[in-house]
């Protein structure tokens, strides 16, 4: 797939009056403009909506700029919003979450039910000694466990640090290290593809080293053997079991007043440095900033059905499978698997069991379904579908025709949605009252304002290629990275004082829409997800037989970029093909199954500057037959 190709305006899609006429915001440009003539009084009135213990006093401090404070002063707690205000009117009975797994296993929750569940796994923390402002590690499977896992620590104010379960040994030991959780929550197993991740067996491992934790509780998917240690481990199943978890009948515990700038929990990304990064989010910012998105972009009503396809693990699914939907009172699906497990119909079987009116999904899913052909979704009834959505990269224009033609039967608006780990709410993206040009995210949503500028910070012309920035604070943007405020303004504030650095390449068009071109640091977009070269360097490297690694990305058909690595091996090892698949096992197994590189190459050298620093731009160009461009730093 060529990023190329995306920068080419396809066209307009204009959203029917039918689309217009329902929608829950009519008009992109008057919510824009107010918020431009007074973004506090803007975001205060979305904030209105929300229960608040305390209100706050002011909106936006800006002070102690880059660290923004928002509802400054204001109590709540995101999770009284999220549950406890529904359960307290006919929404009980309204259905929260349904669940499929991967072997077909069905099972619903009311908003009653998940609050009960949520009630009893906070009370069975509380129990354990899990206090306001602890930190607690999940590494689950895809289980309706995970969200309540998730909503319980929020609830008595704990933070949670949720870690992808793809991940492996290394990663999950660097996070639980970093974070200094005491309870670490895991399943035994997950079901991916028709096999199961040993978990489990995985958390042994990384606590072998890592100091902290103190209990782990594991839910029972699988229901196969694993080692549990005693005093340490414990079933989940049990605990919920025991009085405790049952205190008040199970269907009420004390949901902890927070301040709206508590943290809600913590989330690892990759950035430029081989030492992933936590990105910390807070309850009140963070809910108004993640609702008013979900409600305007994807028009939620009352009676829809919402699958997000996306992991709980990443800040997708955080912000869209689990709070944002809650805080609205929505109905959201969620599905354990693969899409094409056992058969590559089995997401529009669900679309169609489920009666689906909004899905949202990444381009690589979409560019991994189409090359089954079309047959497999015309066996479906997918017309309960109105609106769909993409996020993660840039949606190449033949995954967005298909989806628009073989999904949506051209009757469905689709939101391309622009945003971060680090924004925690869609930034920019259409609204279903928007002219779309397939492959452009659109604008900015309301209140947010974003640019493109060159080298200095200065706006370039129409059409130019640049930096993506974002020039205003928002209430759902990171607070700070946990326990290095240092990192935090150096990476996002310090190229352009006072305006937020993205990592991203973009144009602005003639109509202002913006066309994201792809990240510009060391970060490598593998089917959506976010790699750091650094890490997978340093996965290399542990292997004994290497002496030095570079990763680089490179454009591949369905996963967006592929990993490209160059090794030097140390003396004494020859290179082979047996050594080759042992290299890439190894970075599967310290990082995980996403982590390996499609592609090892033995080299004696590689491109460094004088100072050292591998040239990663020289090694593209090289791979790719494209001019090396400015070389004059590159040693002899
Ligand atoms: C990076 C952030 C935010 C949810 C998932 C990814 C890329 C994200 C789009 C889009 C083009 C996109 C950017 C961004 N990206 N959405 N609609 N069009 N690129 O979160 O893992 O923090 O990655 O994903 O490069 O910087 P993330």
Request: proline share 6%.
């Amino acid at each position: 797939m060529s990023n190329e190709s995306s920068q080419e305006p396809q066209g307009c899609f204009v959203p029917s009056p039918d689309v217009i006429a329902n929608a829950n915001i009519k008009s992109y440009e008057a919510m824009a403009r107010w918020a431009q003539e007074d973004l506090p009084g803007f975001w205060a009135a979305q904030a209105e909506q929300f229960e608040w213990f305390r209100k706050w006093d002011t909106v936006l401090d800006e002070s102690n700029a880059p660290f923004y404070q928002w509802f400054v002063g204001g109590k709540t707690n995101i999770v009284y919003n999220c549950l406890d205000r529904h359960v307290a009117t006919w929404r009980r009975n309204k259905l929260a979450l349904i669940w499929e797994g991967e072997n077909g296993e069905v099972r619903t929750f009311s908003y009653h039910a998940l609050n009960r569940e949520v009630c009893k796994f906070a009370n069975v923390l509380r129990s354990m000694g899990v206090k306001k402002g602890d930190r607690v590690t999940i590494y689950m499977g895809r289980v309706p466990e995970l969200p309540i896992a998730m909503l319980a620590c929020a609830k008595i104010g704990a933070v949670h640090s949720v870690v992808y379960g793809g991940f492996s040994v290394e990663a999950l030991h660097g996070r639980l290290e970093d974070s200094e959780s005491n309870v670490c929550i895991t399943c035994d197993g997950s079901y991916m593809n028709g096999k199961i991740v040993e978990l489990k067996r995985i958390v042994d491992e990384a606590l072998k080293r890592a100091a902290t934790v103190e209990h782990v509780i594991v839910f029972k998917r699988i229901g196969h053997d694993v080692p549990m240690e005693q005093g340490r481990d414990y079933w989940w199943h049990e605990l919920m079991g025991l009085p405790v978890a049952r205190a008040n009948g199970g269907n009420r515990c004390e949901t902890e007043i927070m301040d709206a700038e508590d943290p809600l929990f913590m989330l690892y990304t990759s950035g430029t440095t081989g030492k992933p990064k936590a990105i910390l989010h807070t309850h009140g910012g963070y809910m108004v900033g993640t609702a008013t998105t979900l409600k305007w972009v994807f028009d939620l009503k009352e009676d829809d059905r919402y699958w997000c396809a996306a992991d709980p693990g990443w800040i997708t699914g955080h912000s869209y499978i689990v709070y944002a939907p809650l805080l609205v009172g929505a109905t959201s699906f969620m599905y354990e698997g693969a899409p094409t497990y056992p058969y590559p119909n089995r997401w529009w079987s669900m679309v169609e069991k489920y009666g689906i009116n909004v899905l949202y999904c990444a381009p690589t899913a979409l560019r991994g379904l189409m090359r089954f052909g079309e047959a497999w979704p015309n066996r479906h009834d997918l017309s309960s579908l109105r609106l769909l959505g993409s996020v993660g990269e840039p949606i190449n224009p033949e995954a967005w025709r298909w989806y628009h033609r073989v999904i949506g039967k051209e009757n469905c608006p689709i939101m391309d949605t622009w945003w971060q780990t680090e924004t925690g709410m869609f930034m920019i993206t259409p609204l279903p009252v928007v002219d779309l040009k397939p492959g452009s995210a659109t604008r900015p949503f309301p209140g947010v304002e974003a640019d493109v500028v060159d080298e200095h910070g200065d706006p370039v012309a129409a059409g130019d290629e640049g930096y993506l920035v974002l020039t205003k604070p928002w209430p759902a943007m990171l607070r700070t990275i946990y326990r290095d405020p240092d990192r935090y303004v150096t990476q996002y504030w310090s190229k352009y004082p006072g305006k937020y650095f993205t990592g991203d390449s973009a144009r602005k068009d003639a109509d202002g829409y913006f066309w994201i071109i792809g990240r510009v640091d060391d970060v490598i977009k593998v089917s959506g997800y976010r790699l750091g070269t650094a890490e997978i360097e340093s996965a290399l490297v542990s292997h004994h037989a290497v002496a030095e690694a570079a990763a680089i990305g490179l454009p591949h058909e369905i996963k967006g970029n592929a990993i490209h690595t160059y090794v030097i091996l140390k003396a004494g090892n020859e290179p082979s093909d047996a050594l080759i698949e042992e290299l890439k096992a190894h970075v599967g197994h310290e990082l995980g199954p996403i982590a390996k590189p499609e592609k090892i190459t033995f080299v004696p050298q590689l491109p460094k500057t004088r100072s050292g620093k591998i040239m990663r731009r020289v090694l593209r160009a090289r791979a790719l037959g494209l001019p090396e461009g400015d070389i004059t730093t590159l040693e002899e």
